[in-house]
């Protein structure tokens, strides 16, 4: 049977010079870069190497590089870090409705310290309103936290705009830019934001690696504690392997960027234009023309997600959805909610997250088999009415 | 995660349709949870004789709607009454925990289809 894989937001294959890349540091250069003698400073070149790589790819300087074990950490050093070193100063934060778990979960538990939190709406497009920014700033608040790109939609938010609004106040600016990195060029300098979270696997690379850019002179309260790995922000002894891997990942999304967005564009283009050919009621969330390109959220309107995401399977094809039954809990998705999207068609949302390895014969194959899905599944759903079927 | 049957009876469901002269019709579920659920019967001689099924949700929702439609055809009312949620996980070899709750709707759509007719006829 094909075996076709469209979840890439979920996580990525990977790279095949990753690996090589890897390999040696699971092998004869498996020294703890804290070492003072020959295999640990093999370790320890590795690592500065790699620092100053990334560094030089989002134009930080390497010092404000801190390795991490993925998104999910460097979200929550981000926001609890920021949050617990200026509590002094206010315990405000604002963030936004359709932010990763990582940091929706880091500011409930910061709610449950005594902190407070504003979570600010996104329009229909998933778009968050500068202006609401600018209202929702306090003499009180420390740090601002909006996502680059949306992992369920690919909204991409105004992150200059916004960061340039939290400037102005004074206030730190975090961005999570897990799903934008190898998609958009990440420039922090120009960006001007203070934190920025990233993640290897979401980009070819290995799972359990990511980074965190702090801007130097950015008071933060480490969340690991130990011995002085990272500049004292995160103990724990550095994972070298998943460090070069992250490193090589990037640099490959960042050199091949243009080409793939390029690829990516036409292969969600070229589906979605199958799609609304070839089915009824396609509803497609978030703007066509502000996202990155390999994201598409779909619902079919009558059908629930995962009964799709079963019936695709069983065509070899691997989708996320935005159901409820999908995430483990009883609501359907967050981020489609806080766009307005109804619970029956949220319920419904299919994402397709292509990669570099998809060609147009799967989303020929794709567009091919989802007819006869849907329209199976409309013929059982009790609220899809006879007249809208054809 | 599901058992075979659970996706046996997903890609091949028993009973789907609408019974235009139904006896009785269970509505159960509600969008925000993912489920909705319509099922139909048939009754004759304190028996049905007949039921249909249709279903808005995930696999777990369809199958159980299904297998309750299975069960519960040629059964007098009083039998049909004692389905419960258990007996239909149980003719699926089991559901997986969380669905046990949110998806496991049909016996409750049953109960509610047998009311109705029950009111009907008064």
Known sequence: MKKIYLDHNATTPLHPEVLEAMLPYFKEKFGNASSIYGFGRDAKVALEDAREKTAEIIGASSSEIFFTSGGTESDNLAIKGTAFANRKKGKHIITSKIEHHAILESCKFLEKEGFEVTYLPVDSQGKVDPEDLRKAIRDDTTLVSIMYANNEVGIIQPIEKLCKIAREKGVYFHTDAVQAVGKIPIEVQKLDVDMLSMSGHKIYGPKGVGAIFIRKGLRITPWSHGGHHERSRRAGTENIAGIVGFTKALELVDKEREDQNKHLKNLTQAFYRKLVESIPDVILHGDLNRRIPNTLNLSFKGVEGESVILSLDMKGVAVASGSACTSGTLEPSHVLSAMGVAPEIAQGAIRFSFGRDNTMEDVEYVASVLPEIVQRLRSMSPIYAKKEQN | ?122
Do not use: W
Request: glycine content about 8%; proline content about 3%; hydrophobic content about 40%.
């Open chain 2, 1 to 122: 995660m599901y058992s075979a049957k659970v996706m046996e009876h997903f890609q091949n469901p028993r009973n789907v349709g609408e019974i235009e002269d139904a006896d009785g019709v269970g509505e159960i579920g509600n969008p925000v949870c993912g489920d909705i659920m319509k099922l139909y019967i048939k009754v004759k001689d304190n028996r049905i004789v007949d039921a249909k099924f249709k279903t808005f949700g995930c696999g777990a929702a369809i199958a159980t709607s299904s297998m309750v439609t299975e069960l519960v055809k040629g059964k007098t009312l009083r039998e049909a009454e004692k389905i419960s949620r258990n007996t239909v996980a149980e003719a699926l070899d089991g559901l997986p925990p969380i669905k046990m709750h949110c998806s496991n709707l049909a016996a409750d759509a049953l109960r509610k289809a047998i009311e109705d007719y029950k009111k009907k006829r008064n």
